[in-house]
T-cell receptor, first 115, second 114 residues
Framework: DAGVIQSPRHEVTEMGQEVTLRCKPI?????LFWYRQTMMRGLELLIY????????DSGMPEDRFSAKMPNASFSTLKIQPSEPRDSAVYFC?????????????FGPGTRLTVL | QKEVEQNSGPLSVPEGAIASLNCTYS??????FFWYRQYSGKSPELIMS????GDKEDGRFTAQLNKASQYVSLLIRDSQPSDSATYLC??????????????FGRGTQLTVWP
């Protein structure tokens, strides 16, 4: 069974450009999470969805960030315009259930570098 | 205030020793706790979960929870070089048992030398 799939694995872009990160959760998982990981701040939850509906976007740093989940098998995280401080590894994770019952399975991550 | 705190390390132990990783959390209402392992350049993977006070053992790993002290730990017995990784502690916030979010600590880097 395929795990969480993310693309691209690496992205290098220039400041001001639009960046779109993609995620395909594990089939049948109802929860999808977007995280950002940096040395300074560790692993931070940006937003998560339940049955394609955004539940908590309080971690989205600012309006430059947006996320969508048009269907159960696909989600995007968009940064427009990108800034050097957005450089980080972005993980997508999915789980079958919520909370204590829901093990989160992480994708391989997208390493974003904004020059 | 950070919800989950960990000593960033690095923690270095010899092969065969017991590695002890510690985590504290700020919200007394937190009920469920998790330990994730993250190898360098890889994604986090769940290795242990614990919900009740006391110890929970799984192979070489033992998770310990003390809710009165708001303290969670992970012991790795007979440490192996393959255990070298960053260990992330995570907690579900109060009221979050039916929701999705986890709060992660920044992780403790463990090195097991042969």
């Amino acid at each position: 069974d395929a795990g969480v799939i993310q693309s691209p694995r690496h992205e290098v872009t220039e400041m001001g450009q639009e960046v779109t990160l993609r995620c395909k959760p594990i089939s049948g998982h109802d929860y999808l999470f977007w995280y950002r990981q940096t040395m300074m701040r560790g692993l931070e939850l940006l937003i998560y969805f339940n049955n394609n509906v955004p539940i908590d976007d309080s971690g989205m740093p600012e309006d430059r960030f947006s996320a969508k989940m048009p269907n159960a098998s696909f989600s995007t995280l968009k940064i427009q315009p990108s800034e050097p401080r957005d450089s980080a590894v972005y993980f997508c994770a999915s789980s079958l259930l919520a909370g204590a019952s829901g093990t989160q399975y992480f994708g391989p991550g997208t390493r974003l570098t904004v020059l | 205030q950070k919800e989950v705190e960990q000593n960033s390390g690095p923690l270095s132990v010899p092969e065969g020793a017991i590695a002890s990783l510690n985590c504290t959390y700020s919200d007394r209402g937190s009920q469920s706790f998790f330990w994730y392992r993250q190898y360098s350049g890889k994604s986090p993977e769940l290795i242990m979960s614990i919900y009740s006070n006391g110890d929970k053992e799984d192979g070489r790993f033992t998770a310990q929870l003390n809710k009165a002290s708001q303290y969670v730990s992970l012991l790795i017995r007979d440490s192996q070089p393959s255990d070298s990784a960053t260990y992330l502690c995570a907690a579900i916030p109060p009221g979050g048992s039916t929701l999705g979010r986890l709060y992660f600590g920044r992780g403790t880097q463990l090195t097991v030398w042969p």
